[in-house]
């Protein structure tokens, strides 16, 4: 990294980060219930997401049809069902990699990458032996050659990492992409690999969405171009709300509502709301296409703006 500041998670959000995750473990153990239906729920957004991302053509609803009942659904491409099986059974074996606390090695990662491409590449699981080239991408991968030596380094990195797990796990990603490994299905690994390091250090797994697919892109070519702020302040926002989800499973304060809801019990219309939630302003999650938000962060919000 070449930005040199201790802290490039913005403190607003790191703040937010810290109380849901004192919180999350102050309700720790989770009942087996909710346990069941977060992972169902995160298995299933994190696999169309991940997939959506780089070219699969399944919606979600067929990415759950998939997924639940083992079928084919339209005239889609055989490889974009492939993908929706291996990406849930590759997010299965990450949660229980996490699970166990394994460390993150060679193997570790290889294992991922073969499930995710089984049926689909020759090499599933297998590092590269070419050089490759990336098609619109500003930086060329490094020679297959230095392959080993530059993931010997990311891993040791990763390990003895001192930073907080959400910078590192960002980092972890925008590194294991930039090394580019495999031929193909980096980013899909690169985004379980950080949800593998996020799960065995306590927190959430993360959702990157299709809809910011750009936003995800421009990111990490910032981050290759020596500013790392951008992607890892990314990162952060999807820990944020994957938080706000986890305890939401909770209800009460913590209860998801729509701000059109919410907004009857302020002095706020509801496109203000939706404003101050696009700025990041207002703690709150999009669900499908509509804004959602916590009593607690509203009256958290309406507290820190009251003289405004």
């Keep these: ?46 696999t169309y997401h991940s997939n959506a991302i780089e070219g699969n053509t399944l919606t979600l609803p067929e990415t759950k049809l998939v997924l639940e009942e083992g079928i084919t659904v339209g005239k889609k491409p055989l490889r974009d069902y492939f993908e929706a099986a291996n990406g849930a059974k590759a997010f299965d074996l990450v949660e229980d990699i996490a699970r166990n606390k394994i460390q993150i090695d060679h193997v570790t990662i290889q294992r991922i990458h073969e499930v995710v491409t089984a049926g689909i590449l020759e090499d599933a699981g297998r590092y590269r032996t070419r050089n490759v080239r990336i098609t619109g991408a500003s930086k060329t991968p490094p020679d297959w050659s230095k392959l080993v ?9 990763v390990v003895q990492s001192k930073w907080r797990v959400v910078q590192t796990a960002a980092v972890l990603h925008h590194r294991f992409v930039e090394i580019h490994p495999f031929i193909d299905g980096n980013g899909r690994v690169a ?52 938080l706000t989800m986890y305890l939401s499973i909770c209800g009460g304060v913590d209860e998801l509502v729509p701000l059109s809801v919410l907004a009857q019990e302020t002095q706020y219309s509801q496109e203000y709301l939706s404003l101050r939630a696009r700025q990041g302003l207002l703690d709150a999650v999009k669900i499908g296409r509509t804004w959602h938000a916590t009593k607690h962060a509203i009256e958290r919000y309406m507290s820190e703006h009251a003289n405004a």
């Design 149 to 157: 030596r530059l993931m010997d380094g990311l891993i040791s990195e």
């Design 191 to 242: 985004r379980l690999l950080m949800n593998l390091y996020l799960m065995t250090n306590g927190y959430p797994p993360i959702v990157l969405k299709v809809m910011e697919r750009k936003k995800y892109y421009g990111c990490l070519k910032a981050a290759d171009s020596g500013h790392p702020a951008r992607f890892i302040n990314l990162i952060a926002k999807a820990v944020d709300e994957s």
């Design 1 to 46: 990294m070449t930005d040199t500041d201790n802290q490039l998670i913005r403190k607003d959000v790191l703040a937010r980060i810290d109380e849901k995750m004192k919180r999350l473990n102050s309700m720790r153990p989770l009942s087996a219930d909710a346990v069941g239906r977060l992972h169902e729920e995160m298995r299933l957004l994190h």
